[in-house]
């Protein structure tokens, strides 16, 4: 999979030989995948030296605090790390009062605004119907309705209640988020091109698909659109070499499940990108092999896609595939980019191997099971 993730594509400085990591493991199998993701990155015998520090956050958290997010856990964060793994959140679907998602916190508090998720395929006899795909999904972090303003009122004229949502778009996070899509596609590109033409997957120029619903919500989605585009309409001469397209957010569900192969590099408003993501993970098997890294300038936290699972959380078959990759996410990010591919290519070589597997991927494996394969292919 992921040996084509990112690698220097989120590297921002000089590699510190000494990593203090904030282990966030929150609910349900978070507090299961984060301890494997922390042994595999001790196992790395050439990388730098890790310290770990756990922090609280969640929503059991909140049900015995009051609180899902902790001054602490942030001022540790911003004071003490270099960087953070975020397990999983059980978020309730129905409004609970003084509670907000602390993952959701989390991104505006540091600034977090992409959500990088790459998804792509493994060969593997215990997959044969699997399509080939190798996309990387942009997903703008801190606006879209997520902002959480929302209210509830009555109708005067019928009595019944009226609930509302507040949508924002800014041009300012847009862009950013178009940036870095397009620096993403030439960042793979040069990847690409270290391989001979008949050796890679994608054979044609890096592309960026602006994902939006313009047509119906023509000023939200339209300045969206507009200021991803700009990215590259202002800046011809340096994405010259990068095309552009454009997809209806219910076309592209449509035309990925169909044709997954025909995209590149995904850029797409926070709700659009949460849905698409989401949906991408059954094209590689299950929510437990796709991975996330919550970018900012100056920080960066690796999520799994997955959520809490409490129906098999403490039954110790969870899935640890996709927190191990977003723990390589992480390390790319502080420029360890040589142990990041090696965790990689031992988790695509226990996938590829198609005998170690959790039950989300049809096999009888525990989540130490699959740890320990990692750990022998490392």
Same mark, same amino acid.
């Given at each position: 999979?992921?040996?084509?993730?990112?690698?220097?594509?989120?590297?921002?400085?000089?590699? =510190?030989?000494?990593?203090?990591?904030?282990?966030?493991?929150?609910?349900?199998?978070?507090?299961?995948?984060?301890?494997?993701?922390?042994?595999?990155?001790?196992?790395?015998?050439?990388?730098?030296?890790?310290?770990?520090?756990?922090?609280?956050?969640?929503?059991?958290?909140?049900?015995?605090?009051?609180?899902?997010? =902790?001054?602490?856990?942030?001022?540790?964060?911003?004071?003490?790390?270099?960087?953070?793994?975020?397990?999983?959140?059980?978020?309730?679907?129905?409004?609970?009062?003084?509670?907000?998602?602390?993952?959701?916190?989390?991104?505006?508090?540091?600034?977090?605004?992409?959500?990088?998720?790459?998804?792509?395929?493994?060969?593997?006899?215990?997959?044969?119907?699997?399509?080939?795909?190798?996309?990387?999904?942009?997903?703008?972090?801190?606006?879209?309705?997520?902002?959480?303003?929302?209210?509830?009122?009555?109708? =005067? $004229?019928?009595?019944?209640?009226?609930?509302?949502?507040?949508?924002?778009?800014? $041009?300012?996070?847009?862009?950013?988020?178009?940036?870095?899509?397009?620096?993403?596609?030439?960042?793979?590109?040069?990847?690409? $091109?270290?391989?001979?033409?008949?050796?890679?997957?994608?054979?044609?120029?890096?592309?960026?698909?602006?994902?939006?619903?313009?047509?119906?919500?023509?000023?939200?989605?339209?300045?969206?659109?507009?200021?991803?585009?700009?990215?590259?309409?202002?800046?011809?001469?340096?994405?010259?070499?990068?095309?552009?397209?454009?997809?209806?957010?219910?076309?592209?569900?449509?035309?990925?499940?169909?044709?997954?192969?025909?995209?590149?590099?995904?850029?797409?408003?926070?709700?659009?990108?949460?849905?698409?993501?989401?949906?991408?993970?059954?094209?590689?098997?299950?929510?437990?092999?796709?991975?996330?890294?919550?970018?900012?300038?100056?920080?960066?936290?690796?999520?799994?896609?997955?959520?809490?699972?409490?129906?098999?959380?403490?039954?110790?078959?969870?899935?640890?595939?996709?927190?191990?990759?977003?723990?390589?996410?992480?390390?790319?990010?502080?420029?360890?980019?040589?142990?990041?591919?090696?965790?990689?290519?031992?988790?695509?070589?226990?996938?590829?191997?198609?005998?170690?597997?959790?039950?989300?991927?049809?096999?009888?494996?525990?989540?130490?099971?699959?740890?320990?394969?990692?750990?022998?292919?490392?």
């Amino acid at each position: 999979m992921a040996s084509n993730i990112l690698r220097r594509g989120l590297a921002t400085a000089a590699a =510190p030989s000494s990593v203090k990591i904030g282990l966030i493991p929150a609910d349900g199998i978070g507090r299961e995948v984060i301890p494997a993701a922390r042994t595999v990155l001790e196992s790395l015998t050439d990388g730098p030296k890790f310290e770990f520090v756990n922090l609280d956050a969640g929503f059991e958290y909140f049900q015995k605090t009051g609180t899902a997010l =902790p001054q602490e856990t942030l001022d540790i964060l911003k004071n003490e790390c270099n960087g953070a793994l975020f397990g999983a959140v059980s978020s309730p679907s129905h409004k609970v009062a003084g509670y907000s998602s602390p993952i959701v916190a989390l991104r505006k508090k540091l600034d977090l605004y992409a959500n990088v998720r790459p998804v792509a395929s493994v060969k593997s006899p215990a997959f044969p119907n699997q399509r080939e795909l190798d996309m990387l999904i942009i997903r703008e972090n801190t606006e879209c309705l997520y902002i959480k303003s929302e209210r509830v009122e009555v109708d =005067p $004229e019928t009595g019944l209640k009226v609930a509302w949502a507040d949508r924002k778009i800014t $041009e300012y996070a847009s862009k950013r988020a178009g940036v870095m899509a397009f620096n993403m596609a030439l960042t793979r590109q040069k990847l690409r $091109e270290q391989k001979p033409l008949e050796k890679r997957f994608w054979k044609q120029n890096p592309r960026v698909t602006i994902v939006h619903k313009s047509n119906v919500m023509s000023v939200t989605d339209g300045l969206w659109r507009e200021t991803v585009r700009a990215v590259k309409e202002q800046n011809s001469e340096k994405y010259s070499g990068v095309d552009m397209e454009e997809q209806l957010v219910d076309s592209m569900v449509y035309r990925m499940f169909r044709e997954p192969e025909a995209f590149d590099v995904v850029v797409a408003p926070n709700l659009y990108g949460d849905i698409i993501s989401d949906g991408a993970a059954a094209l590689v098997g299950s929510l437990g092999v796709v991975p996330s890294a919550n970018v900012g300038d100056n920080f960066v936290v690796g999520e799994p896609v997955h959520g809490s699972a409490p129906d098999i959380a403490g039954k110790g078959i969870a899935n640890p595939i996709a927190a191990i990759r977003s723990a390589g996410l992480l390390l790319e990010h502080l420029g360890h980019t040589q142990q990041a591919l090696k965790m990689y290519d031992a988790v695509d070589a226990v996938l590829a191997e198609g005998k170690i597997l959790t039950p989300d991927l049809g096999g009888k494996s525990t989540t130490t099971d699959v740890v320990n394969a990692v750990l022998k292919n490392l």
